[in-house]
């Protein structure tokens, strides 16, 4: 009875599984030490300059926020050279990924994504009851020349995480290029760049001068990964003001709330905790990545603050792991049944990661 109230893409829909929260673990394995390297957090915390400017507004809190985040988006604006109405923030990315799910996806539509990207895409077109078109990846990078040949008379959105979570990978400048040659103005391209600080390539595209151009895209970035304010949720899309206004008219009236937009402009100005977070995850991957290839497991290369790495059993090793203190992510939601995806702690976590997986994984030869 209940289900005839429920609209049929809400019966279909399989509810996205998060990284698990420490104290649950601690919790429910009766463990004192639990160290999460489950869900690509910047480790050294936020910037101390976003915790003094939340601790000064606390009391301030009983007032609603500015809906519209006219002081984050104004610093956000000069950053980027955009206009206001070039913004939209949003409760993390993931809500704006939502947004634009809701504003532009009729269930006629198609949306191309590739095989191994951040599932959150997938999950917002069938909320609205799209068909999904999944390309199947080249080395575990998305295959653009594919994903643009996957494009037909019904397809309205083309997702692309560069880098990709949970590959790790990313397209290049030149790639971008090409595959933006030509394409049809009534495609959205849509740039999700949440890992892009991490980034130290040379080839790494530049998008915003597509938004600029007028084209039909829009750049995702956020303050969840190396701004370390996950639990504060906020994010922002970048794009031509009428698809921007478009998303504001259906943008829940209070979606970021005052401590988020005051901390997430406090960190903009903190330059030096980006430097130091980005320099961390450098010199810990290069641990990782050595460590493991000792131990003979084998894992993709990775340009952001993750990697995946094929264990034989997934959920199996991350149960294991879970065991003695360790939150990864077992992968079997992106088709990798064989595979965990770890985030890159700090040096102590990662080795106690390396030590824990050579144990588990002793065990399972
Ligand atoms: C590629 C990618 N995009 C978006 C998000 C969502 O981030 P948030 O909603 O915290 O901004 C994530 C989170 O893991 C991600 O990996």
Redesign the pocket.
């Known amino acids: 009875m209940i289900e005839k109230l429920v609209r049929k893409n809400v019966l279909d829909f399989q509810p996205y599984l998060p990284g698990k929260p420490i104290e649950e673990v601690k919790r429910e394995l009766g463990l004192t030490r639990v160290d999460k390297l489950a869900?690509?957090e910047n480790p050294l915390g936020p910037s101390p300059r976003a915790v003094s400017a939340m601790k000064k507004f606390l009391n301030r809190v009983n007032l609603y926020p500015d809906g519209s985040g006219f002081y984050l988006k104004k610093v956000l604006a000069t950053r980027l050279k955009v206009k206001l109405e070039n913004i939209i923030l949003g409760s993390?990315?993931?809500?704006i990924?939502e947004i634009i799910g809701k504003t532009f996806l009729n269930p006629t539509d198609e949306i191309v994504v590739s095989k191994h990207a951040?599932i959150?895409y997938e999950m917002a077109g069938e909320l609205m009851g799209c068909q999904i078109k999944r390309v199947p990846m080249k080395n575990f990078t998305h295959d653009l020349e594919a994903m643009k040949k996957a494009i037909n008379e019904t397809t309205k959105i083309v997702f692309i995480?560069n880098p990709?979570?949970p590959t790790g990978t990313y397209v290049t400048e030149e790639e971008v290029a090409k595959f933006m040659n030509g394409l049809p103005e009534e495609i959205m391209v849509v740039f999700?760049e949440?890992?892009r600080e991490y980034v130290t390539r040379k080839d790494y595209p530049q998008t915003l001068p597509y938004v600029k151009r007028g084209q039909t895209v829009i750049v995702?970035r956020?303050?969840?990964k190396i701004y370390g304010l996950?639990g504060l949720?906020i994010?922002y899309g970048i794009g031509k003001s009428e698809l921007i206004g478009f998303m504001e008219r259906i943008r829940p009236p209070f979606n970021t709330n005052s401590l988020a937009q005051i901390a997430a402009q406090a960190s903009l100005s903190d330059e030096s905790h980006i430097k130091r977070s980005r320099e961390l995850v450098d010199k810990e991957r290069k641990y990782l990545e050595e460590n493991l290839e000792k131990m003979g497991v084998e894992f993709v290369p990775s340009v952001a603050n993750h990697i995946l790495l094929k264990v034989g059993n997934g959920k199996d090793v991350f149960d294991k792991l879970l065991k003695k203190g360790i939150i990864v992510r077992a992968m079997a939601e992106y088709d990798l049944p064989e595979f965990v995806r770890v985030t890159i702690g700090l040096p102590q976590q990662n080795r106690r990661f390396i030590n824990a997986l050579r144990e588990v994984m002793d065990k399972c030869s």
Do not use: H, K, Q
């Open positions: 869900s690509n993390g990315t993931d809500e990924i951040f959150r995480a990709n979570n999700d949440a890992y995702l956020t303050f969840s996950a949720r994010g």
